[in-house]
């Protein structure tokens, strides 16, 4: 079983829709990193929060920490063809130890 | 080169052979990890080493595998008499602490990893 359950697994949306994914758990995060990775790529960071209830702005993306820092979710406000991607969640427990999502395949249509 | 860098990037072995996989950390950052990633999916933890503390072996999925990091930089993992369902992409990361004491947090940054075929 996986520490973080990430959800939706895939998501197929046309340009200019809205969309959330999910990371949930019921373990507790010192922080939890968003990432993007195309395909042959290794995952990019895309940002990191760390306080609970707190809220980080990336352009047209919106992540959110959890108050309990058990959860997070990443919106992605009318979504662009560049967008499509493979998005993993990572919680740091243990200090530096860090658990991945199985991860949102995102596949935006023109 | 400022990010992590891993060679080689493909590697097409057949069943049996031993393999080595590098990975450069970006300099400075004292933690380095290994993960491994089937199609697409999401990260499987294989080990972790900070600094000079023993490393942590606990995701490696069996005695073939095994990584050493030679004067806490360049590490290596090496898989010995590889399987077919070995065949996966190996990605490594090295992080750095952000902020200090209260409220820090660790950083990872990937290479692009190395796509292991074994035949």
């Known amino acids: 079983t996986q520490l973080l359950e990430q959800s939706p697994q895939f998501l197929s949306i046309q340009e200019g829709e809205n969309l959330t994914v999910y990371c949930n758990s019921s373990s507790v995060f010192s922080s939890l990193q968003w990432y993007r990775q195309e395909p042959g790529e290794g995952p990019v960071l895309l940002v990191t929060v760390v306080t609970g209830g707190e809220v980080k702005k990336l352009k047209r993306l919106t992540f959110q920490f959890g108050d309990a820092r058990k959860d997070s979710s990443l919106h992605i406000t009318a979504a662009q063809t560049g967008d499509t991607g493979l998005y993993l969640c990572?919680?740091?427990?243990?200090?530096?130890?860090?658990?991945f999502g199985s991860g949102t395949k995102l596949n935006v249509k023109p | 080169g400022a990010g992590v860098s891993q060679s080689p990037s493909n590697k097409v072995t057949e069943k049996g052979k031993d393999v080595e996989l590098r990975c450069d950390p970006i300099?400075?950052?004292?933690?380095l990890y290994w993960y491994r990633q089937s199609l697409g999916q999401g990260l499987e933890f294989l080990i972790y080493?900070?600094?000079?503390?023993?490393?942590?072996k606990s995701g490696l999925p069996s005695d073939r595998f095994s990584a050493e990091r030679t004067g806490g930089s360049v590490s290596t993992l090496t898989i010995q008499r590889t399987q077919q369902e070995d065949s996966a992409v190996y990605l490594c990361?090295?992080?750095?602490?952000?902020?200090?004491?209260?409220?820090?947090?660790?950083?990872?940054?990937f290479g692009p990893g190395t796509r292991l075929t074994v035949l």
């Open positions: 080493f900070q600094g000079n503390s023993a490393p942590d």
């Open positions: 300099s400075g950052h004292t933690a």
């Open positions: 990361a090295s992080s750095f602490l952000v902020g200090r004491l209260a409220g820090s947090y660790n950083e990872q940054f």
């Open positions: 990572a919680g740091e427990k243990d200090f530096n130890k860090f658990y």
